[in-house]
């Protein structure tokens, strides 16, 4: 087992914090209080099926979708943990290949892995490989952000296509013939979040639209305020490709799990320059307004369709998709 975690994980992580290999890293509290006066500290599991995708693997997804737990939340994401379930037989070279790219997805975010566990199960106990990574964040001074927040007129933001990765995820499994390749949009957000926090500070709310996509997502800040949101079809930005997979599949995209895509809820006055932020920002140069917050049915969504009727978008009741992220 030291081997294999030295070989591995160790060795594709390494830095100061993470070197003296204690049973916990330790950490500057004077530079975690000068950057912020709270902390931020999420968990996440990963299982995803497969662990190897278009646009990221296992060892990516587990490090952005971390980062972005901390980062709607407004805080700078600083230090991240690994646990890795391993089942049995699994090749040391596939682990090595997901250590490196946690490494390179955690120094490209500017982000230290410092801490982390290693266990492998018999054959037969998990699907070769689990992770579950924690990150602990600072929230600087006056960033007040939450799901209870939101207000009849505000606006409702995305930053970009939706939907990319739950189609993605699906098209890699290959158990439907489909020419088209479609990318996950596995990315970390927070750059993105400060730049749209410093342009906007009327920002009430932000989510990542995650397992359930921007339909889950909304649904939680409407009953979670006792608002009701209206979103207009016409206006919610996709890939005619992820469009198109759905028709043939007959899945709804308001719920196809994204990894890259956050919904923000902004006060009227300050929609234009949140838009424009997030506009600027490589990751959300496809940003729209979908929707506004209203008066109407309290804890409600409803979306203007392409025909002009309405109808609600509920809560995702089950999994859509299994072992999405």
Same mark, same amino acid.
């Given at each position: 087992?030291?081997?294999?975690?030295?070989?591995?994980?160790?060795? !594709?992580?390494?830095?100061?914090?993470?070197?003296?290999?204690?049973?916990?890293?330790?950490?500057?509290?004077? +530079?975690? !209080?000068?950057? #912020?006066?709270?902390?931020?500290?999420?968990?996440?599991?990963?299982?995803?099926?497969?662990?190897?995708?278009?646009?990221?693997?296992?060892?990516?997804?587990?490090?952005? /979708?971390?980062?972005?737990?901390?980062?709607?939340? #407004?805080?700078?994401?600083?230090?991240?943990?690994?646990?890795?379930?391993? =089942?049995?037989?699994?090749?040391?070279?596939?682990?090595?290949? &997901?250590?490196?790219? +946690?490494?390179?997805?955690?120094?490209? !975010?500017?982000?230290?892995?410092?801490?982390?566990?290693?266990?492998?199960?018999?054959?037969?106990?998990?699907?070769?490989?689990?992770?579950?990574?924690?990150?602990?964040?600072?929230?600087?001074? #006056?960033?007040?952000?939450?799901?209870?927040?939101?207000?009849?007129?505000?606006?409702?933001?995305?930053?970009?296509?939706?939907? =990319?990765?739950?189609?993605?995820?699906?098209?890699?499994?290959?158990?439907?013939?489909?020419?088209?390749? *479609?990318?996950?949009?596995? !990315?970390?957000?927070?750059?993105? %979040?400060?730049?749209?926090?410093?342009?906007?500070?009327?920002?009430?709310?932000?989510?990542?639209?995650?397992?359930?996509?921007?339909?889950?997502?909304?649904?939680? *800040?409407?009953?979670?305020?006792?608002? #009701?949101?209206?979103?207009?079809?016409?206006?919610?930005? +996709?890939?005619?490709? &992820?469009?198109?997979?759905?028709?043939?599949?007959?899945?709804?995209?308001?719920?196809?799990?994204? =990894?890259?895509?956050?919904?923000?809820?902004?006060?009227?006055?300050?929609?234009?320059?949140?838009?424009?932020?997030?506009?600027?920002?490589?990751? /959300?140069?496809?940003?729209?307004? &979908?929707?506004? %917050?209203?008066?109407?049915?309290?804890?409600?969504?409803?979306?203007?369709?392409?025909?002009?009727?309405?109808?609600?978008?509920? +809560?995702?009741?089950?999994?859509?998709?299994?072992?999405?992220?």
């Amino acid at each position: 087992m030291k081997d294999l975690i030295d070989d591995v994980f160790v060795a !594709a992580f390494d830095n100061s914090d993470l070197a003296p290999m204690e049973d916990q890293a330790r950490l500057d509290l004077g +530079m975690l !209080a000068a950057a #912020g006066d709270r902390l931020a500290f999420t968990t996440d599991a990963v299982v995803v099926d497969p662990l190897f995708f278009p646009g990221g693997d296992i060892g990516k997804l587990a490090v952005c /979708g971390t980062i972005n737990d901390l980062a709607v939340g #407004g805080a700078i994401p600083l230090y991240l943990s690994c646990a890795a379930i391993i =089942e049995e037989g699994t090749s040391v070279e596939l682990l090595r290949k &997901v250590a490196q790219s +946690m490494a390179h997805s955690a120094q490209l !975010a500017g982000v230290r892995i410092v801490t982390g566990d290693t266990k492998v199960v018999p054959r037969g106990a998990c699907d070769k490989l689990f992770i579950t990574a924690s990150g602990l964040g600072v929230i600087p001074k #006056g960033v007040q952000l939450n799901a209870h927040a939101a207000r009849p007129g505000d606006v409702v933001l995305v930053n970009g296509l939706l939907g =990319e990765h739950g189609a993605a995820i699906l098209a890699a499994r290959g158990e439907m013939a489909l020419d088209c390749t *479609i990318e996950s949009d596995c !990315a970390p957000l927070h750059e993105l %979040v400060a730049a749209l926090l410093a342009r906007a500070p009327g920002v009430r709310c932000l989510r990542d639209a995650t397992r359930g996509g921007i339909a889950t997502v909304l649904n939680e *800040i409407a009953q979670a305020s006792h608002v #009701g949101i209206e979103i207009d079809e016409a206006q919610c930005p +996709m890939r005619e490709q &992820v469009r198109g997979f759905c028709e043939i599949l007959g899945l709804d995209p308001l719920y196809l799990a994204n =990894e890259g895509k956050l919904v923000a809820i902004v006060a009227p006055e300050d929609a234009d320059a949140a838009l424009t932020a997030l506009q600027a920002h490589p990751l /959300g140069a496809e940003a729209r307004i &979908v929707g506004r %917050v209203t008066e109407l049915e309290p804890g409600r969504v409803v979306m203007r369709t392409l025909l002009g009727g309405h109808r609600i978008v509920d +809560m995702l009741v089950g999994e859509q998709l299994p072992r999405i992220c």
